[in-house]
Each structure stands twice: as C-alpha cells, then as structure tokens.
C-alpha cells in the first residue's frame, strides 16, 4: 500500500497558478499511476489528471488541457501538479489517489488517498 500526504494549497489569486506536491511512502508507490482529483463544496469529485507510474505519459481532464501538468519524481516518491491560469471555478479541495489502471479516470479505480488539500481563488 501507498499512504499520501498532498501540500502546498491556500489562497490564490485569480490568474495565478497553483503547485502542489504529494509526498508517497509505502511499497506500491512505484508501480502505481498517481492522479489527481479535485472536489468543490456540494460538488462530485472529479478527475484532474494521472501520470503513469514511470512518469512518461500522462492523461488530463478534456476541460483542464493546457492549463495542467502532472510530473513525479520518484526518487523523492512525490507527485506534483501545476495549474495556471486560475479562476474562482477552480476553488476545491485537491486530492492525490494511486491507482493499478493507468490512464482511468474513474475514482473507483485508484486504491489510496490522501486528506486533500484546500485550494481557494479569489477574485
């Protein structure tokens, strides 16, 4: 198993960008592809992205190409992602999730989760 621990959210200005980290400990981090799921008040959680466990391809969320980029360093066992371009949309709860089923987007699909990270945009 994989425990997850994501940082580096808070309070973004609109038009600003975002990186936030997810630190990996345990065994199946480096056969796992790490996602990145995101969750706003009163909301489903929903797919952002997912990097396949040698970090080499990737897959985003159709409506976040181009403003999004997932990469690891699997050294340091820790997933990142960026995203520019934020608008007030964007505020939510972010979480990294480990998955066997590279390049899924279903939720059902990734065995670990972290607490998630609090992402605020204002405007």
């Known amino acids: 198993q994989v425990q997850l621990t994501e940082s580096g959210g808070g309070l973004v200005q609109a038009g600003g960008s975002l990186r936030l980290s997810c630190a990996a400990s345990?065994?199946?981090?480096?056969?796992?592809?790490m996602g990145w799921f995101r969750q706003a008040r009163g909301k489903e959680r929903e797919f952002v992205g997912v990097i396949i466990s040698t970090g080499t391809r990737t897959n985003y969320a159709d409506s976040l190409k181009g403003r999004v980029t997932i990469s690891r360093d699997n050294a340091k066992k820790t997933v990142f992602l960026e995203m520019n371009n934020l608008s007030p949309e964007d505020t939510a709860t972010y979480y990294c999730a480990a998955t066997y089923y590279f390049p899924t987007t279903n939720r059902d699909r990734y065995y670990s989760w972290g607490q998630g990270t609090q992402v605020t945009v204002s405007s």
């Open positions: 345990g065994p199946t981090f480096a056969d796992s592809g």
